[in-house]
């Protein structure tokens, strides 16, 4: 019977790390600030910023971005929409100007001019409903977040240029229903406007939900109400979030830690070991991680203004001097010859995507990457490992650190020195130097074969819990 009951609590096990291992979650989270034709707001790509770290620390996947033009929202949605396919949550969060004509919400890129509604219905906007549904539409849950209802900046130039007819154009955005198993919450309520908050800081709702929304053990409809409450008290009743849910089950962004905080075996010490401390500390190092090889200041600018005295302030301010002297002499001599628009151009999943890199071609180019000391696995496939290298490599050189390549980076890489791989007479010669050098009558042992490393961690796992079972049971019937 005891072994019956060790098998049941294997198998429990290898369940329960599957189910963890399942639960797939997808975040757009975008900040838009600096408009180019209206009034810019200076706090949305700083609540993005904090936003999207928040939800990295709880285990989201985040497509992120700050004052992006039309085509680059819709590069990030379209992004956005393939990894949310059949995910277990998909979260929108956006903070900037948005609009509501016609009762139809919209969201603005910072190089939208807006003249008429026409230009509006025709594509200079983003029109939510429709933006939610075709990314949205197949997750399990999902959560929209709107920091958007700041007055309409094109609202005077819309009415008047729509004398010949009546145009519902409001202050705030207009109220939205929710479909099955979704949340949506407003700063405020509709046709309200809200407070963008202190310049250089965080916006009362987004702060709000950043210290609430993933508060370990906290369902989410229970984290709104506490929302409300603080935004409330926070602007002395002058801002009232509102929202929208049809959600048909309980969702927690940060489920288990209350209960392993509990039930953690206490050090030596008799204190609760560090790992199961509260997860502040967490977000201030995912966001200091986003930001730490950026070469644009405002980012920079954005983690101290989110924290003022944070633990990594000293090496935000030395990055920033860093940028503000530019290059170092060594940086400058080894870009030597490189195009001056590689230190300035931009690069996405667009721009690489029209240099057309085969598999071949990606392998090349982590090979050259390792060569030049910047590590990484040469499988042809561009993984989060080989983008968080790209942008090392993209930093060290004072190029824009986005992870990805334009045609005059991988310019720039092909021309780089790259030391070589051994080549077949260099280990003939060591195999050569190894038998003069073994003593007479014995023979040089055959080099081991390399390690064959197995990725597949769940195939792994279920071998580990296999033999543990099949041990278990040989060792019942020899008995």
């Known amino acids: 019977m005891r072994y019956l009951t060790l098998i049941a609590a294997m198998m429990c096990m290898a369940l329960s790390v599957s189910a963890a291992k399942a639960d797939r979650r997808v975040a757009f989270v975008v900040g838009n600030g600096s408009y180019k034709n209206v009034a810019q707001l200076p706090n949305p790509p700083i609540d993005a910023k904090t936003m999207a770290a928040t939800l990295r620390n709880v285990g989201f996947d985040v497509i992120e971005g700050s004052n992006l033009s039309r085509d680059q929202m819709t590069e990030k949605l379209l992004d956005f929409g393939r990894k949310a396919q059949g995910s277990d949550i998909a979260l929108f969060y956006y903070a900037g100007h948005g609009i509501a004509v016609g009762g139809t919400n919209y969201l603005l890129p910072v190089d939208a001019d807006i003249k008429s509604e026409m230009d509006v219905k025709l594509g200079a906007a983003i029109n939510i409903d429709l933006t939610l549904e075709q990314t949205m539409g197949d997750a399990k849950v999902k959560l929209v977040f709107l920091d958007a209802c700041r007055d309409n900046p094109f609202a005077a130039k819309i009415k008047s240029n729509s004398a010949t007819r009546s145009v519902n154009v409001q202050s705030g955005l207009a109220e939205m229903k929710s479909g099955e198993g979704t949340l949506i919450a407003f ?171 085969d598999k071949n071609q990606r392998r090349d180019v982590q090979r050259r990457l390792s060569g030049l000391g910047f590590d990484t696995k040469q499988t042809g496939v561009f993984s989060d490992e080989t983008r968080s290298v790209l942008k090392r490599w993209q930093a060290a050189r004072g190029y824009p650190s986005s992870g990805y390549l334009n045609k005059l980076q991988h310019k720039a890489l092909l021309s780089e020195v790259v030391a070589g791989p051994p080549t077949a007479s260099d280990n003939s010669q060591k195999a050569a130097r190894r038998a003069a050098s073994a003593p007479a009558g014995s023979s040089a042992p055959a080099p081991a074969p390399a390690p064959q490393r197995n990725n597949a961690g769940d195939a792994a796992g279920a071998a580990f819990v296999g033999g543990v079972v099949g041990g278990m049971m040989g060792g019942m019937f020899r008995r």
């Open 187 to 357: 700063a405020t309520g509709p046709g309200q406007t809200a407070l963008d908050g202190q310049e250089g800081n965080n916006s009362p709702f987004t702060r709000a939900l950043i210290d609430n929304i993933t508060k370990p053990g906290i369902e989410i409809q229970q984290a709104m109400t506490s929302v409300r409450a603080q935004v409330n008290e926070e602007t002395h009743k002058g801002q009232l979030p509102w929202g929208h849910t049809n959600l048909i089950g309980a969702v927690y962004l940060n489920q288990a830690p209350t209960t392993q905080v509990a039930n953690a075996a206490p050090t030596a010490s008799g204190s609760v070991p560090a790992a199961a401390a509260g997860s502040s500390d967490g977000v201030e190092l995912e966001y200091w991680r986003s930001v730490k090889e950026s070469n644009k200041p405002e980012e920079l600018n954005a983690y101290l203004s989110a924290y003022p005295n944070g633990q990594f302030k000293a090496l935000a301010l030395a990055r920033l001097a860093a940028i503000k002297s530019g290059p170092s002499t060594t940086t400058r001599t080894l870009n030597a010859g490189v195009d001056p628009a590689t230190f300035t151009d931009d690069a996405s999943q667009l721009t690489e995507d029209q240099i057309g890199l």
